[in-house]
Nanobody, 128 residues
Framework: QVHLVESGGGLVQAGGSLRLSCAASGGTFSGYAMGWFRQAPGKEREFVAAISWPGGSTIYTDSVKGRFAIFRDNAKNTVYLQMNSLKPEDTGVYYC?????????????????????WGQGTQVTVSS
């Protein structure tokens, strides 16, 4: 079992920045690809970004490209999401998730059903 705990959310003005962290415990971080998803009120959970194991490849949804960066520190069992130039439409609960890294990762990373473990989420609110 991998236990994931997100932190770093909060209230920020449009144009500001936040860095989310997701710490893994209770099992091995090794061999897991990691993803960030978000869910706005009344909307479905959507893919934001993902990073392969051990971290050489990343994927982003189009709306965050150039503004967000996902990276991981495997020694600390932690994955991060650096969010810059935040917009009100970035508001939502942000979840990190873990899936065993596979050769088919690039094609599956955007699908939340592929992930085995999820954190409890952290709220991000961007005011206009």
């Amino acid at each position: 079992q991998v236990h994931l705990v997100e932190s770093g959310g909060g209230l920020v003005q449009a144009g500001g920045s936040l860095r989310l962290s997701c710490a893994a415990s209770g099992g091995t971080f090794s061999g897991y690809a990691m993803g960030w998803f978000r869910q706005a009120p009344g909307k479905e959970r959507e893919f934001v970004a993902a990073i392969s194991w051990p971290g050489g490849s990343t994927i982003y949804t189009d709306s965050v490209k150039g503004r967000f960066a996902i990276f991981r520190d495997n020694a600390k069992n932690t994955v991060y999401l650096q969010m810059n130039s935040l917009k009100p439409e970035d508001t939502g609960v942000y979840y990190c998730a873990a899936e065993p890294y596979r050769s088919s990762w690039y094609g599956s990373a955007r699908d939340p059903n592929e992930y085995d473990y999820w954190g409890q989420g952290t709220q991000v609110t961007v005011s206009s």
